[in-house]
């Protein structure tokens, strides 16, 4: 059974935007730290930017001041609005949740961002 589902992703340009959505099942939306990662050809998994269980944010050094991550509690969707995309931002990005019992993740979206 599918947990988390996300949409969004694309290219885009340097210096533009995109918009990532990611939906959860709610008993893992509510309980959960919910977040987002990307992953570069050759590269690990990490982080870019979570809620933690306790509503505060993390934001990747990187990611600072250009990517807001943001959530609807009403319709168990988190977000991240990404503006001023470099072309190092470019990866698979996967809409995370980490939960005392366990891990989810989406089924990622590829964002390319070109020079």
């Known amino acids: 059974q599918v947990q988390l589902v996300e949409s969004g992703g694309g290219s885009v340009q340097a210096g533009g935007s995109l918009k990532l959505s990611c939906t959860a099942a709610?008993?893992?939306?509510?309980?959960?730290?919910m977040g987002w990662y990307r992953q570069a050809p050759q590269k690990d998994r990490e982080l870019v930017s979570k809620?933690?269980?306790?509503?505060?944010?993390t934001y990747k050094d990187s990611v600072k001041g250009r990517f807001t991550i943001s959530r609807d509690n009403d319709k168990n969707m988190l977000y991240l609005q990404m503006s001023s995309l470099k072309t190092e931002d470019t990866a698979l990005y996967y809409c995370g949740a980490l939960c005392a019992w366990g891990g989810y993740w989406s089924q990622g979206t590829q964002v390319t961002v070109s020079s």
């Open positions: 709610e008993h893992i939306f509510r309980r959960c730290e």
């Open positions: 809620f933690s269980t306790d509503g505060t944010t």
